[in-house]
């Protein structure tokens, strides 16, 4: 167990406690899941945050997103999902295929096992509420969080498949989210089937965070594919387009990481107030900090995004 210490909003340090691994049983699975947990060293009713990392990472990345939730009063559980370089699965795992739905069901048993995850972190004990759960996620795992949204993969018949939404999930934040399959590269229709989503029954409310210069190789559109989840889901949802973002959006996956190819500490700071501010609203209905940032954006002379809401 780890100790570090994050600003807050008011500039004073807020200690933040980081438990790992912390281990689920995973029958089944191959490998037993092993998520990192963090949370603010004091407060009660802490609301989840389950957070969903993109290809290749771990539950010890996106450490910019993960220390700043915790330090402002939610408990974030990382899991580590099978794809991760940590655990060296090579491609001719049988799982592999089915990877996509392996990290899905990771999130709904990260869900199942609070109780498990409450009482291994020393003090935690007592601490959460259950009713304001949130899920997020980055690239693969935006995709992955979405699920329990409502997004649905479609089949190769173009039918919706298996409704994977969780109930218990009340809100989502999905960090450059990929778009419709219908604009997929030959190569990716072929290889990456569970990235033909429909966005129709994605109801519950979301935060999608898009950068306006992310080009995907695995696209025949330009960065306008990341609207895509805003565009064609019901309910409410908004959307954050950040100007000259990356994959990285500025470097949320870390900082000084190989992944991260527009480093922008500014950029990332607007990340974290925003999607802080975003989950207090949608958990709490407490708008006023979220409207709060939504008006310093828009009256912001040099903006480093724009934002809108449905």
């Not at 209905?285 to 940032?293: H, L, S």
Request: no cysteine; hydrophobic share 40%.
């Amino acid at each position: 167990m780890s100790e570090s210490k994050t600003a807050n909003a008011q500039g004073a340090p807020t200690t933040v406690v980081s438990a790992r691994p912390v281990v689920l049983s995973a029958p089944g699975r191959g490998d037993d899941l092993q998520v990192r947990v963090s949370a603010p060293a004091t407060g009660t009713g802490l609301p989840v945050i389950v957070f969903s990392h993109g290809f290749g990472w771990s539950m010890d990345g996106y450490a910019p997103l993960a220390d700043f939730w915790a330090a402002h009063g939610f408990m974030v559980i990382q899991p580590t999902h099978l794809d991760s370089r940590t655990l060296g699965i090579p491609a001719e795992d049988p799982r592999t295929p089915r990877i996509w739905r392996l990290r899905i069901e990771d999130l709904t048993r990260v869900l199942d096992g609070l109780d498990v995850l409450e009482a291994s972190v020393p003090g935690l004990a007592g601490r959460l509420d259950r009713d304001r759960v949130a899920v997020a996620g980055h690239s693969w795992g935006a995709q992955s969080a979405s699920t329990l949204l409502g997004a649905r993969v479609l089949d190769s018949e173009g039918k919706p498949g298996e409704d994977m939404s969780d109930p218990r999930v009340k809100a989502g934040v999905l960090l450059a989210l990929t778009g419709l399959g219908d604009d997929l590269v030959p190569f990716a229709a072929e290889h990456f089937p569970f990235m033909k989503p429909s966005f129709d029954t994605m109801t519950t409310p979301a935060l999608i965070v898009a950068g306006d210069k992310d080009q995907s190789h695995l696209s025949t559109r330009g960065p306008d594919w990341f609207t895509d989840p805003y565009t064609y889901s019901p309910g409410s949802k908004s959307l954050l387009t950040l100007f000259e973002a990356e994959h990285s959006l500025g470097g949320i996956p870390g900082h000084e990481v190989a992944e991260t190819t527009d480093a922008s500490p500014a950029r990332v700071a607007l990340i974290q107030q925003l999607t802080t501010a975003y989950l207090r609203s949608a958990l709490y209905g407490e708008d006023t900090a979220w409207k709060a940032a939504a008006t310093a954006l828009e009256e912001d002379p040099n903006p480093l995004g724009t934002l809108q809401s449905k």
